[in-house]
């Protein structure tokens, strides 16, 4: 079965430092990957994902990720935060193409941006 | 064009009652996922309609159902409400629900609070 680890419930940084959300998968196939950004009292947002063409994928609002298969990961970066990213954010993976579109979703990441 | 939207927003109910939640998916798509979101267990897939037929299932107990109508529009039905059940219940969208490739649009949620 395949499994999602987000590294760092919490995270904070300041305005204007990298982004590094952290995200590791397990699983015996080729998986595709997502991250998902939760504001509060809201549902979750799309940001990027990864369909197995590109190892590095670029998503919305300046975020990208690279897919690195010799580590089982997927990290979620941004050069520079912005007020507006504290959230929290969500990997994802799929691994069953058979079974439509059930997703499993690691822990989440808190992200909180200091002025 | 229309995001997911789910009905109501906000619940409250005592255990032992029973709740219906809705979920009306972006038009054009067929396939309607449900997530429930704790602060314990975090995001859990529930299970996945497409065509009106269930085609995938998580590990909650027979309480926790739902159909999906012609129209697309699916319910959840939790019968016998325990404590435990409070949570953010949310829907999520997609075209033809074959997964991976599909980006899947999200619903605010459902706040369902138990007393």
């Known amino acids: 079965a395949q499994s999602v680890t987000q590294l760092g419930s919490h995270v904070s940084v300041s305005e204007g430092a990298l982004v590094l959300l952290r995200c590791n998968y397990s699983?015996?196939?080729?998986?595709?990957l997502f991250w998902y950004v939760q504001y509060p009292n809201q549902g979750l947002q799309l940001l990027l994902k990864?369909?197995?063409?590109?190892?590095l994928v670029k998503g919305i609002n300046g975020f990208e990720a690279e897919f690195k298969k010799s580590e089982t990961s997927f990290h979620l970066t941004k050069p520079s935060a912005h007020m507006s990213d504290a959230a929290e954010y969500f990997c994802a993976v799929q691994v069953d193409r058979a079974a439509g579109n059930k997703l499993t979703f690691g822990g989440g990441t808190r992200v909180l941006v200091k002025p | 064009k229309a995001g997911v939207t789910q009905t109501p927003r906000y619940l409250i109910k005592t255990r032992g009652q029973q709740v219906t939640l809705s979920c009306s998916p972006i038009?054009?798509?067929?396939?309607v996922s449900w997530y429930q979101q704790t602060p314990g267990q975090g995001l859990q897939f529930l299970f996945e309609y497409f065509s009106e037929t269930q085609r995938n299932k998580g590990n909650f107990p027979g309480r926790f159902s739902g159909r999906q109508f012609s129209n697309s529009r699916s319910e959840m039905n939790v019968s016998t409400l325990e404590l435990g059940d409070s949570a953010l219940y949310l829907c999520a969208s997609s075209r033809t629900g074959t997964g991976g490739q599909e980006t899947q649009y999200f619903g605010p949620g459902t706040r369902l609070l138990v007393l």
């Open positions: 990864y369909t197995s063409a590109a190892t």
């Open positions: 038009s054009g798509h067929r396939s």
């Open positions: 699983s015996s196939v080729p998986p595709y």
